[in-house]
């Protein structure tokens, strides 16, 4: 993050910064004072080229809820040589990736955790990761401002389905995405881009806008597995890289959840309509566990990318990889999944979940239909 932007991320947030957070807020700004000089070194050598950069092939979306399986798919589908991706390097460090992301990541490699905050999947600089990471880095509007302060309120919610948006804001959110994803782009020498990110869940429309023809792939989990789950997300991102130690309710982070997850299946079933079937594909978290090379050359049928004779053999074998993983396990009693069948029934209907059978039972009873 730039000087400028981080400066007014902390105003807006009236420099509310916890005792263990002090450290790294005074650290932060050499770095964002770093980050300037870079990107304006990035943009006398990059940005004209940036600027004239078009994308030869329109991008493939990853969408879907937080905790429902984005992550693995984007792991799967990046390993098609193919195509490009944005790293974790590239989100965390838009001002300066084209300059140094041959270098840094090298040097840096300690920084990074081995395994993430809130699952046991392995991380790095090379890894694939969600882009919405890069608009924050950027100063860009997006929900993720909040893990700053999380003992603030929420911002920017109305980003999660692009509704009652404020025309500056929009625009350099808009302006934000763009630059980065033609700068990945051209970093990759034109490749096709996979980009993942919960958030574009409920922006469908605005994504076709800023980038025709682009195609989506949304995957859906057991709604009661990514409540149990969210619900762990959420905490540990705002630990790791917050101001300020989260002091919120476990009820208030309920009510985020929820209020979130509503925000971004309004836009999605909305926005989802306007796509003709060959430009959307969804797919089930449960048939990707089960059946990944079936779900996954279906993927590539019902999309159209490639033969996927071609990648067959690398998706194997980063499936026998993923054998040995074990997703943390939830279990919900039965007052809290009623809970959250009444908060999302929608989710539960579109997507064909539904309550454990002790559980349905009374569902049926008390929804009144």
């Not at 140094?100 to 300690?110: A, E, K, M, Q």
């Not at 040995?324 to 069948?341: A, G, I, M, T, W």
Request: contains cysteine; charged residues 25%.
């Amino acid at each position: 993050m730039r000087a400028g932007h981080y400066f007014r991320l902390l105003a807006r947030n009236r420099f509310r910064i916890g005792f263990m957070g002090i450290g790294m807020s005074f650290m932060i700004i050499w770095f964002s004072m770093a980050n300037s000089l870079a990107w304006r070194l990035q943009q006398l050598l990059f940005g004209q080229k940036i600027e004239r950069a078009k994308l030869k092939e329109p991008p493939i979306f990853i969408i879907g809820h937080w905790r429902s399986g984005t992550t693995l798919l984007h792991e799967y589908l990046v390993k098609d040589r193919r195509f490009a991706y944005p790293t974790t390097f590239q989100v965390f460090a838009p001002t300066h990736f084209l300059l140094t992301d041959w270098i840094l990541p090298r040097l840096l490699w300690f920084i990074i955790p081995s395994k993430r905050p809130m699952d046991n999947m392995a991380t790095g600089f090379e890894r694939p990761q969600e882009d919405e990471f890069s608009l924050c880095a950027m100063g860009a509007p997006t929900p993720y401002e909040r893990m700053a302060f999380p003992n603030n309120p929420p911002v920017y919610l109305e980003f999660l389905n692009m509704q009652d948006c404020k025309a500056e804001d929009q625009s350099a959110f808009e302006a934000a995405l763009q630059w980065f994803v033609k700068a990945v782009s051209y970093k990759s020498g034109g490749r096709r881009l996979i980009l993942k990110s919960p958030p574009h869940t409920g922006r469908i429309e605005t994504l076709r806008r800023l980038f025709p023809n682009a195609k989506f792939i949304h995957i859906c989990r057991d709604p009661l597995e990514v409540y149990s789950s969210t619900m762990r997300l959420w905490p540990a991102l705002d630990r790791a890289q917050g101001f300020q130690m989260p002091k919120y309710s476990d009820e208030w982070l309920e009510s985020y959840v929820f209020d979130c997850g509503r925000r971004m299946y309004e836009g999605y079933l909305e926005q989802s309509q306007l796509l003709p079937p060959e430009d959307l594909m969804e797919v089930r978290y449960e048939d990707l566990v089960e059946d990944p090379l079936g779900t996954l050359k279906a993927i590539y049928e019902a999309c159209d990318l490639g033969d996927f004779s071609e990648t067959q053999e690398s998706m194997e074998a980063f499936i026998r990889t993923q054998k040995s993983y074990q997703p943390n396990k939830h279990r919900l009693d039965e007052s809290k999944s009623q809970r959250v069948y009444q908060e999302w029934r929608v989710y539960f209907d579109r997507f064909g979940y539904a309550l454990p059978q002790s559980d349905s039972i009374s569902a049926t009873a008390s929804s009144g239909d």
